[in-house]
């Protein structure tokens, strides 16, 4: 059973340009959690999305970033316009049904981003 | 609103010393509470977790008690091992999980 896929691995990105990072939760896994990590930092919540829901985007910034979880296929963080300050890892995580129930995340390996 | 404090890294010590990572929360209601720990290169795994006050969460000799009282969930391991050198984060949740900033651990030979 493969667990949460993130791709790419590593991204570069020059100021100004979109960054789109990919995650495909473990099999069976409807809930996804998308954590931002930027260094000698702890991870910061960022969004909370069901298919095709998002359920918490409390912190997610207010411009700029987006996140869906389509029907059919991975779930994407979009960042427009990046800035030396996005440089971050971007971790994934999944779950099957929700903290509540299970009290679990499941990470990928993370996607790190690097703005020039 | 919520939010984990735990003790800041590095932490150093030689293999076999006992290791204690303090953490306490702040929490509206009775979230459950984790360690996660990052080891080199990936990413997050669950260490162990507790649901409920009084709870003991154990896993792979570390263990952490739920304290109600004293708003703590301090991590504990008797005798630490090189492998055991990672990062260790302290977490509450219900829906979505928030984190510490992590206390980075070396263990010494």
């Known amino acids: 059973n493969a667990g949460v896929m993130q791709n790419p691995r590593h991204l570069v990105r020059r100021r100004g340009q979109e960054a789109r990072l990919r995650c495909s939760p473990m099999?069976?896994?409807?809930?996804v959690y998308w954590y931002r990590q930027l260094p000698e930092e702890g991870l910061k919540f960022m969004v909370y999305?069901?298919?095709?829901?998002?359920?918490?985007e409390s912190g997610m910034p207010k411009e700029r970033f987006s996140a869906e979880f389509p029907k059919e296929g991975p779930s994407i963080l979009r960042i427009q316009q990046v800035v030396r300050g996005d440089s971050a890892a971007y971790f994934c995580?999944?779950?099957?049904?929700?903290?509540?129930?299970?009290?679990?995340?499941?990470f990928g390996e993370g996607s790190r981003l690097t703005v020039l | 609103g919520d939010s984990v404090t735990q003790m800041e890294g590095p932490v150093t010590l030689s293999e076999e010393a006992f290791l204690t990572i303090n953490c306490t929360y702040t929490?509206?209601?009775?979230?459950?509470l984790f360690w996660y720990v990052q080891y080199p290169g990936e990413g997050l795994q669950l260490l162990l977790k507790?649901?409920?006050?009084?709870d003991k969460g154990s896993n792979k000799g570390f263990e952490a008690t739920y304290r109600k009282e004293t708003t703590s969930f301090h991590l504990e391991k008797g005798s630490v091992q090189v492998s055991d050198s990672a990062v260790y984060f302290c977490?509450?949740?219900?829906?979505?999980?928030?984190f510490g900033k992590g206390t980075r651990l070396h263990i010494l030979p």
């Open positions: 999305l069901q298919k095709e829901n998002i359920i918490d």
């Open positions: 099999k069976g896994h409807s809930h």
């Open positions: 977490a509450l949740g219900d829906d979505k999980i928030i």
């Open positions: 507790a649901t409920k006050a009084d």
């Open positions: 995580a999944s779950s099957p049904s929700g903290i509540s129930n299970t009290g679990e995340l499941f």
């Open positions: 929490a509206t209601g009775y979230p459950s």
